[in-house]
Protein backbone atom coordinates (compact mmCIF):
# COMPACT_ATOMS: atom_id res chain seq x y z
CA UNK A 1 0.00 0.00 0.00
CA UNK A 2 2.59 2.28 0.92
CA UNK A 3 4.66 1.60 -2.30
CA UNK A 4 1.88 1.90 -4.40
CA UNK A 5 1.13 5.46 -2.80
CA UNK A 6 4.57 6.41 -2.92
CA UNK A 7 4.90 5.49 -6.73
CA UNK A 8 1.85 6.96 -7.61
CA UNK A 9 2.76 10.80 -5.73
CA UNK A 10 6.33 10.41 -7.92
CA UNK A 11 4.38 9.66 -11.28
CA UNK A 12 2.09 12.35 -10.77
CA UNK A 13 4.89 14.86 -9.60
CA UNK A 14 6.66 14.02 -12.49
CA UNK A 15 3.19 14.45 -14.76
CA UNK A 16 2.44 17.66 -13.17
CA UNK A 17 5.75 18.72 -14.72
CA UNK A 18 5.21 17.62 -18.08
CA UNK A 19 1.61 19.39 -17.95
CA UNK A 20 2.57 22.91 -16.67
CA UNK A 21 6.39 22.74 -18.98
CA UNK A 22 3.72 21.57 -21.98
CA UNK A 23 1.53 23.93 -21.20
CA UNK A 24 4.31 27.08 -20.61
CA UNK A 25 6.07 25.95 -23.91
CA UNK A 26 2.76 25.73 -26.18
CA UNK A 27 1.09 29.21 -26.45
CA UNK A 28 3.49 30.69 -27.77
CA UNK A 29 4.10 28.15 -30.94
CA UNK A 30 1.22 29.17 -32.94
CA UNK A 31 0.97 26.82 -35.66
CA UNK A 32 2.04 23.87 -34.15
CA UNK A 33 -0.43 24.13 -30.98
CA UNK A 34 -3.47 24.94 -33.68
CA UNK A 35 -2.56 21.59 -35.53
CA UNK A 36 -1.77 19.67 -31.84
CA UNK A 37 -4.84 21.21 -29.92
CA UNK A 38 -7.62 22.93 -32.81
CA UNK A 39 -8.69 26.28 -32.49
CA UNK A 40 -10.51 26.50 -29.06
CA UNK A 41 -7.52 24.59 -27.74
CA UNK A 42 -4.95 27.51 -29.08
CA UNK A 43 -7.12 29.97 -27.55
CA UNK A 44 -7.17 28.38 -24.26
CA UNK A 45 -3.48 27.65 -24.62
CA UNK A 46 -2.97 31.44 -25.34
CA UNK A 47 -4.79 32.22 -22.12
CA UNK A 48 -1.61 30.84 -20.23
CA UNK A 49 0.83 33.05 -21.85
CA UNK A 50 1.09 35.95 -19.49
CA UNK A 51 2.01 33.00 -16.79
CA UNK A 52 4.45 31.54 -18.76
CA UNK A 53 7.13 32.51 -16.44
CA UNK A 54 5.09 31.08 -13.37
CA UNK A 55 4.71 27.67 -15.07
CA UNK A 56 7.98 26.90 -16.11
CA UNK A 57 9.36 27.67 -12.04
CA UNK A 58 6.68 25.78 -10.89
CA UNK A 59 7.79 23.06 -13.21
CA UNK A 60 10.79 23.31 -12.20
CA UNK A 61 10.25 22.87 -8.17
CA UNK A 62 7.77 19.94 -9.05
CA UNK A 63 10.38 18.47 -11.29
CA UNK A 64 12.79 18.72 -8.32
CA UNK A 65 10.82 17.10 -6.05
CA UNK A 66 9.75 14.91 -8.06
CA UNK A 67 13.51 13.50 -8.41
CA UNK A 68 14.41 14.14 -5.25
CA UNK A 69 11.53 11.51 -4.69
CA UNK A 70 12.68 9.35 -7.00
CA UNK A 71 16.75 9.04 -6.77
CA UNK A 72 16.95 10.00 -2.65
CA UNK A 73 18.79 7.50 -1.10
CA UNK A 74 17.09 6.22 2.17
CA UNK A 75 19.35 5.53 5.28
CA UNK A 76 18.90 2.12 6.32
CA UNK A 77 17.89 1.96 10.23
CA UNK A 78 17.75 -1.53 12.23
CA UNK A 79 13.91 -2.93 12.41
CA UNK A 80 12.83 -0.09 9.60
CA UNK A 81 11.35 -1.37 6.44
CA UNK A 82 13.76 -1.08 3.33
CA UNK A 83 13.00 1.83 1.00
CA UNK A 84 11.03 1.49 -1.41
CA UNK A 85 12.37 2.25 -5.22
CA UNK A 86 10.30 4.31 -7.76
CA UNK A 87 9.40 2.13 -10.45
CA UNK A 88 10.91 2.37 -14.18
CA UNK A 89 7.72 3.77 -15.51
CA UNK A 90 7.68 6.92 -13.37
CA UNK A 91 11.83 7.26 -13.68
CA UNK A 92 11.23 7.32 -17.47
CA UNK A 93 7.97 10.02 -17.20
CA UNK A 94 10.16 12.01 -14.91
CA UNK A 95 13.15 12.35 -17.44
CA UNK A 96 10.48 12.91 -20.15
CA UNK A 97 9.02 15.65 -18.12
CA UNK A 98 12.82 17.23 -18.10
CA UNK A 99 13.00 16.98 -21.23
CA UNK A 100 9.58 19.28 -22.20
CA UNK A 101 10.75 21.83 -19.53
CA UNK A 102 14.12 21.83 -21.36
CA UNK A 103 12.39 21.92 -24.22
CA UNK A 104 9.70 24.76 -23.21
CA UNK A 105 12.49 27.03 -22.19
CA UNK A 106 14.10 26.31 -25.44
CA UNK A 107 11.54 27.08 -27.66
CA UNK A 108 11.10 30.24 -25.46
CA UNK A 109 14.54 31.49 -26.32
CA UNK A 110 14.00 30.23 -29.75
CA UNK A 111 11.05 32.19 -30.15
CA UNK A 112 12.19 35.73 -28.86
CA UNK A 113 15.28 35.22 -31.20
CA UNK A 114 13.48 34.24 -34.36
CA UNK A 115 10.85 37.09 -33.41
CA UNK A 116 13.60 39.98 -32.89
CA UNK A 117 15.28 38.87 -35.96
CA UNK A 118 11.14 39.59 -37.78
CA UNK A 119 11.11 36.11 -38.44
CA UNK A 120 8.09 33.47 -37.30
CA UNK A 121 7.39 33.09 -34.09
CA UNK A 122 7.45 28.91 -33.47
CA UNK B 1 -5.01 -0.57 -16.09
CA UNK B 2 -2.03 0.70 -14.18
CA UNK B 3 -1.41 4.84 -12.87
CA UNK B 4 0.92 5.30 -16.01
CA UNK B 5 -1.72 4.35 -18.30
CA UNK B 6 -4.35 6.01 -16.77
CA UNK B 7 -2.21 9.34 -16.74
CA UNK B 8 -1.58 8.80 -20.13
CA UNK B 9 -4.78 9.19 -21.13
CA UNK B 10 -5.44 12.22 -20.19
CA UNK B 11 -3.51 14.17 -22.23
CA UNK B 12 -4.98 12.20 -25.04
CA UNK B 13 -8.45 12.72 -24.47
CA UNK B 14 -8.20 16.37 -23.77
CA UNK B 15 -6.53 16.96 -27.51
CA UNK B 16 -8.94 14.79 -28.87
CA UNK B 17 -11.61 16.87 -27.18
CA UNK B 18 -10.49 20.12 -28.41
CA UNK B 19 -9.78 18.45 -31.72
CA UNK B 20 -13.36 16.96 -31.67
CA UNK B 21 -15.22 20.67 -30.37
CA UNK B 22 -13.76 22.44 -33.37
CA UNK B 23 -16.61 23.05 -35.34
CA UNK B 24 -16.99 22.68 -39.14
CA UNK B 25 -14.94 24.39 -41.30
CA UNK B 26 -16.68 28.79 -42.27
CA UNK B 27 -16.50 30.07 -45.58
CA UNK B 28 -14.10 33.31 -46.62
CA UNK B 29 -13.06 35.21 -49.67
CA UNK B 30 -9.32 34.64 -50.98
CA UNK B 31 -8.40 38.28 -51.58
CA UNK B 32 -7.16 39.10 -54.97
CA UNK B 33 -4.07 41.64 -55.48
CA UNK B 34 -6.18 44.82 -55.13
CA UNK B 35 -8.32 43.32 -52.32
CA UNK B 36 -11.41 44.03 -54.52
CA UNK B 37 -14.29 42.32 -52.79
CA UNK B 38 -13.11 44.28 -49.20
CA UNK B 39 -12.60 47.49 -51.42
CA UNK B 40 -16.15 46.93 -52.57
CA UNK B 41 -17.73 46.25 -49.41
CA UNK B 42 -16.19 48.57 -47.37
CA UNK B 43 -17.14 51.77 -49.81
CA UNK B 44 -20.50 50.01 -50.02
CA UNK B 45 -20.92 50.44 -46.27
CA UNK B 46 -19.93 54.35 -46.09
CA UNK B 47 -22.59 55.58 -43.55
CA UNK B 48 -21.70 52.59 -41.49
CA UNK B 49 -19.42 51.98 -38.62
CA UNK B 50 -16.92 49.26 -39.80
CA UNK B 51 -14.95 47.02 -37.39
CA UNK B 52 -12.20 45.17 -38.93
CA UNK B 53 -10.04 42.41 -37.16
CA UNK B 54 -6.67 42.24 -38.94
CA UNK B 55 -5.60 38.82 -36.95
CA UNK B 56 -3.40 36.03 -38.00
CA UNK B 57 -4.81 32.23 -38.11
CA UNK B 58 -1.81 30.67 -36.88
CA UNK B 59 -1.57 33.06 -33.51
CA UNK B 60 -3.35 32.11 -30.42
CA UNK B 61 -3.26 35.65 -28.99
CA UNK B 62 -5.24 36.72 -32.65
CA UNK B 63 -7.70 34.27 -32.41
CA UNK B 64 -7.94 35.15 -28.43
CA UNK B 65 -8.85 38.31 -29.25
CA UNK B 66 -11.08 37.44 -32.55
CA UNK B 67 -13.23 35.06 -30.25
CA UNK B 68 -13.55 38.02 -27.18
CA UNK B 69 -14.80 40.13 -30.15
CA UNK B 70 -17.21 37.73 -31.09
CA UNK B 71 -18.42 37.51 -27.32
CA UNK B 72 -17.56 40.73 -25.98
CA UNK B 73 -18.52 43.30 -29.02
CA UNK B 74 -20.48 41.09 -31.65
CA UNK B 75 -22.69 39.87 -29.70
CA UNK B 76 -23.22 43.05 -27.03
CA UNK B 77 -24.39 45.50 -30.08
CA UNK B 78 -26.87 44.22 -32.40
CA UNK B 79 -26.96 47.63 -34.30
CA UNK B 80 -27.23 46.74 -38.11
CA UNK B 81 -25.00 49.62 -38.88
CA UNK B 82 -21.88 47.79 -37.82
CA UNK B 83 -20.46 45.94 -40.46
CA UNK B 84 -17.11 43.57 -39.61
CA UNK B 85 -14.69 42.38 -41.58
CA UNK B 86 -11.98 39.76 -40.77
CA UNK B 87 -8.97 40.08 -42.27
CA UNK B 88 -6.97 36.62 -42.18
CA UNK B 89 -2.94 37.86 -42.65
CA UNK B 90 -0.37 35.42 -44.03
CA UNK B 91 1.54 36.15 -40.61
CA UNK B 92 3.17 34.00 -38.12
CA UNK B 93 3.70 31.04 -40.99
CA UNK B 94 -0.31 31.19 -41.58
CA UNK B 95 -1.45 29.61 -45.31
CA UNK B 96 -4.67 29.18 -46.90
CA UNK B 97 -5.84 25.96 -45.33
CA UNK B 98 -5.42 27.56 -41.78
CA UNK B 99 -8.13 29.43 -42.44
CA UNK B 100 -10.89 27.37 -43.24
CA UNK B 101 -11.27 26.16 -39.23
CA UNK B 102 -10.86 29.63 -37.48
CA UNK B 103 -13.59 31.27 -39.58
CA UNK B 104 -15.84 29.09 -36.92
CA UNK B 105 -14.77 31.92 -34.04
CA UNK B 106 -16.28 35.03 -35.38
CA UNK B 107 -19.82 33.69 -36.35
CA UNK B 108 -21.87 36.99 -36.35
CA UNK B 109 -23.74 37.15 -39.17
CA UNK B 110 -22.57 41.21 -40.33
CA UNK B 111 -19.37 39.52 -40.32
CA UNK B 112 -17.48 38.82 -43.89
CA UNK B 113 -13.89 37.14 -43.83
CA UNK B 114 -11.30 37.23 -46.51
CA UNK B 115 -8.14 35.81 -47.17
CA UNK B 116 -5.30 38.76 -47.73
CA UNK B 117 -2.98 35.80 -49.95
CA UNK B 118 -2.29 38.80 -51.95
CA UNK B 119 -0.28 40.55 -48.66
CA UNK B 120 -2.70 43.71 -50.19
CA UNK B 121 -3.83 45.10 -46.11
CA UNK B 122 -1.03 42.77 -44.71
CA UNK B 123 1.84 44.93 -46.17
CA UNK B 124 0.09 48.13 -46.03
CA UNK B 125 -1.29 47.99 -42.00
CA UNK B 126 2.69 46.43 -41.24
CA UNK B 127 4.04 50.19 -43.25
CA UNK B 128 1.32 52.06 -41.89
CA UNK B 129 0.95 50.95 -37.91
CA UNK B 130 4.85 49.99 -38.00
CA UNK B 131 4.19 46.69 -36.35
CA UNK B 132 6.99 44.82 -35.16
CA UNK B 133 6.90 41.39 -34.06
CA UNK B 134 5.19 38.92 -36.49
CA UNK B 135 1.85 38.39 -35.38
CA UNK B 136 -0.99 40.78 -36.45
CA UNK B 137 -4.16 41.03 -34.05
CA UNK B 138 -5.21 43.99 -34.64
CA UNK B 139 -8.56 45.66 -34.25
CA UNK B 140 -9.67 48.95 -35.74
CA UNK B 141 -12.86 50.90 -36.01
CA UNK B 142 -13.79 52.86 -39.13
CA UNK B 143 -16.37 55.88 -38.46
CA UNK B 144 -19.16 56.55 -41.04
CA UNK B 145 -17.69 58.72 -42.76
CA UNK B 146 -14.37 56.50 -44.01
CA UNK B 147 -13.89 55.61 -47.45
CA UNK B 148 -11.20 53.40 -49.07
CA UNK B 149 -10.30 55.56 -52.25
CA UNK B 150 -6.36 54.06 -52.54
CA UNK B 151 -4.69 51.25 -53.27
CA UNK B 152 -4.29 50.40 -49.55
CA UNK B 153 -6.75 50.68 -47.16
CA UNK B 154 -7.70 54.16 -45.23
CA UNK B 155 -6.21 54.77 -41.44
CA UNK B 156 -8.72 53.53 -39.34
CA UNK B 157 -9.96 56.26 -36.63
CA UNK B 158 -9.56 54.22 -33.52
CA UNK B 159 -7.74 50.73 -33.27
CA UNK B 160 -6.55 48.53 -30.48
CA UNK B 161 -3.69 45.90 -30.25
CA UNK B 162 -3.98 42.61 -29.01
CA UNK B 163 -0.03 42.31 -29.04
CA UNK B 164 0.78 45.84 -27.72
CA UNK B 165 2.55 44.78 -24.53
CA UNK B 166 3.77 41.53 -25.78
CA UNK B 167 5.74 42.86 -28.90
CA UNK B 168 5.82 46.38 -27.26
CA UNK B 169 3.72 48.21 -29.41
CA UNK B 170 2.74 51.92 -29.20
CA UNK B 171 -1.31 51.30 -29.65
CA UNK B 172 -3.98 50.25 -26.09
CA UNK B 173 -3.76 46.89 -25.07
CA UNK B 174 -6.85 45.25 -26.32
CA UNK B 175 -9.65 45.05 -23.70
CA UNK B 176 -13.11 43.91 -25.76
CA UNK B 177 -15.50 45.74 -23.06
CA UNK B 178 -13.37 49.30 -24.03
CA UNK B 179 -13.71 48.94 -27.92
CA UNK B 180 -17.42 47.84 -27.53
CA UNK B 181 -17.74 51.29 -25.85
CA UNK B 182 -15.84 52.86 -28.47
CA UNK B 183 -17.83 50.85 -31.28
CA UNK B 184 -21.45 51.88 -29.31
CA UNK B 185 -20.13 55.78 -29.42
CA UNK B 186 -18.94 55.57 -33.13
CA UNK B 187 -22.48 54.37 -33.69
CA UNK B 188 -24.17 57.08 -32.26
CA UNK B 189 -22.27 59.69 -33.87
CA UNK B 190 -23.94 61.40 -36.45
CA UNK B 191 -22.97 61.52 -40.33
CA UNK B 192 -24.97 62.83 -43.21
CA UNK B 193 -23.73 61.76 -47.00
CA UNK B 194 -22.81 65.22 -47.66
CA UNK B 195 -20.17 65.28 -44.54
CA UNK B 196 -18.75 62.68 -46.44
CA UNK B 197 -15.29 63.97 -47.64
Same mark, same amino acid.
Not at chain 1, 62 to 69: R, T
Not at chain 2, 92 to 112: F, H, K, L
Given at each position: ?????????????????????????? =? =?????????????????????????????????????????????????????? =????????????????????????????????????????? | *?????? @????????????? @????? !??????????????? #????????????? *???????? $????????? /?????????????? +???????? #????? /???????? +??????????? !???????????? *???????????? *????????? &???????? !??? $????? &?????????? !?? /???? $???? &?????????????
Amino acid at each position: MAMRLFQTSSLLGAASAAVTSTAASI =C =CIGPLAIALLGVNGAILAAAFKPYRVYLLSGSLVLLAGAFWSAYRGTPRRDGAA =CSVRPRRSTRIVLWVALGLWIGAVVIQYLANRLWLKGGVVL | *MTTFRW @LALIPASLLLAFQ @LGAGA !DGSFIALDGAAQPLK #NAFNADVGKVRLL *MYVSPTCG $ECLRGAKQG /QQHVLATIGDPNLR +IYVVWAPK #NGGRQ /QDVGRVTQ +IVTDPRAAQYW !DGHRVLTDAYDR *MLALSGPCAGIL *MLYGKQARW &EGAGPPRA !DYL $EDAHA &EEFHRPYPQY !DP /QRFA $EKAR &ELLTSTWSATSAP
